[in-house]
Structures are given as structure tokens and as C-alpha cells.
T-cell receptor, first 116, second 113 residues
Framework: GAGVSQSPSNKVTEKGKDVELRCDPI?????LYWYRQSLGQGLEFLIY????????KSGLPSDRFSAERTGGSVSTLTIQRTQQEDSAVYLC??????????????FGQGTRLTVV | AQSVTQLGSHVSVSEGALVLLRCNYS??????LFWYVQYPNQGLQLLLK??????LVKGINGFEAEFKKSETSFHLTKPSAHMSDAAEYFC???????????FGSGTRLQVQP
């Protein structure tokens, strides 16, 4: 695709419900990242996928958060038993290669999650 | 551990004035530094990056940043602000072996006519 696509763009959910956020990376990009942007707290790394390697989950804040990447392309971030502090904008990014820290990451527009 | 500190959550300048957005980093290993811009309702876009080549880095839209190891700084500048520069700017750091970026808390730039 032309860019990183995320859906839905907005999601309102009740506390305690599970939510799934989807990310379609740029075609051919092997690396995929999830970040969380909370009000007043900047961007927080959540998880990183590179090809078929085991993902780097070091940023996931609790075991309620999980993510998968199917076929090396689309990724889904799942939040179980949502809580109000999960309200944030969830950003997905992809980059064309897993090698080289100077490789630019391309970001989607994000999913704004509101837990009520 | 690495971190970045952006001094000033809000900066306001007049159109045509110098833009200076401050970023200081903390890293025990050689850092790679980035500036990203986020326009309203859009994703982040890379402005420029420092990857141990030239210390003065030029980016898009007339922005540049200088890596100063002695000051552990990577401040973003633009000689003359334009109304279209109004956005939120994020400084970020990473290092060899780590792909994820560590972001600062962001600076919102307002440009007054």
C-alpha cells in the first residue's frame, strides 16, 4: 500500500472489554513496531516484529497486552479486559529492513482508543 | 538505559523567527538520534536523523540539527518559521542492536502570524 494503514481510526470501548487494533504495514517492509502515545507521556514502545524472528515484547505494559503478526504482514494488537489507563493513541510503524538502526520507520495515523 | 529530554512542552514563535527546539539525550553507548514531526491528525514523519556521520544534519522543510557530544544535545533549528511548521516535534534515540526508538515527550510548536 501507499502507507501504513491502521484500523479502526477511533475505538470507544467499555472497561473490561477486549479490543483488537489492526495494522497493515507498507508492502515489503519486514519490520513492524507498535507504540502507544498517551497524553502528556510521549510515545512508548510496545512491541517489535522482524521477519520470522521472535518478537521483542519488552515494552508491553502487562500481560493483558499481546500482539501477533500473520504471514509477516498484517499485525493485530489485542488488549484484554481494558482499563481506563489504556486510553491512548496506538501507533504502528514499519520499516523496510531489520538491519541498520538508521532505517526510517514509517508511521500510520494511529488508533485512538478510549475506555469508558 | 537511554532517554531523551525535550525542554519545553510548548514553544511559540512568530512567523519568520528562529525556531529552536531542545533535545538532550542520555546514552551509555553511541546514540543514533532522530527528529520526527506530527501534524494534526497525522502520523509521525521523519524530519532528520544522526547516525554518526556528519554532526550537522539537514532535514526536510529547512530544518537542521547539530549533534554535540560534549553537551549531549541534538537541538532542532530552522532559521525562519512558517505557519505550516505548527506541529508537535519528537526527539528520539536508539543504538546499535536495538531497533525500537525511545522518544521524548514532545514539543508543540505554535507559529504566530
Amino acid at each position: 500500500g501507499a502507507g501504513v494503514s491502521q484500523s479502526p481510526s477511533n475505538k470507544v470501548t467499555e472497561k473490561g472489554k477486549d479490543v483488537e487494533l489492526r495494522c497493515d504495514p507498507i508492502s515489503g517492509h519486514t519490520a513492524l513496531y507498535w507504540y502507544r502515545q498517551s497524553l502528556g507521556q510521549g510515545l512508548e514502545f510496545l512491541i517489535y516484529f522482524q521477519g520470522n524472528s521472535a518478537p521483542d515484547k519488552s515494552g508491553l505494559p502487562s500481560d493483558r497486552f499481546s500482539a501477533e503478526r500473520t504471514g509477516g504482514s498484517v499485525s493485530t494488537l489485542t488488549i484484554q479486559r481494558t482499563q481506563q489507563e489504556d486510553s491512548a493513541v496506538y501507533l504502528c510503524a514499519s520499516s523496510p529492513t531489520g538491519q541498520g538502526v538508521d532505517t526510517e520507520a514509517f508511521f500510520g495515523q494511529g488508533t485512538r482508543l478510549t475506555v469508558v | 538505559a537511554q532517554s531523551v529530554t525535550q525542554l519545553g512542552s510548548h514553544v511559540s514563535v512568530s512567523e519568520g523567527a528562529l525556531v529552536l527546539l531542545r533535545c538532550n539525550y542520555s546514552s551509555s553507548v553511541p546514540p543514533y538520534l532522530f527528529w520526527y514531526v506530527q501534524y494534526p491528525n497525522q502520523g509521525l514523519q521523519l524530519l532528520l536523523k544522526y547516525t554518526s556521520a556528519a554532526t550537522l544534519v539537514k532535514g526536510i522543510n529547512g530544518f537542521e540539527a547539530e549533534f554535540k557530544k560534549s553537551e549531549t544535545s541534538f537541538h532542532l533549528t530552522k532559521p525562519s518559521a512558517h505557519m505550516s511548521d505548527a506541529a508537535e516535534y519528537f526527539c528520539a534515540v536508539t543504538y546499535t542492536g536495538r531497533r525500537a526508538l525511545t522518544f521524548g515527550s514532545g514539543t508543540r510548536l505554535q507559529v504566530q502570524p
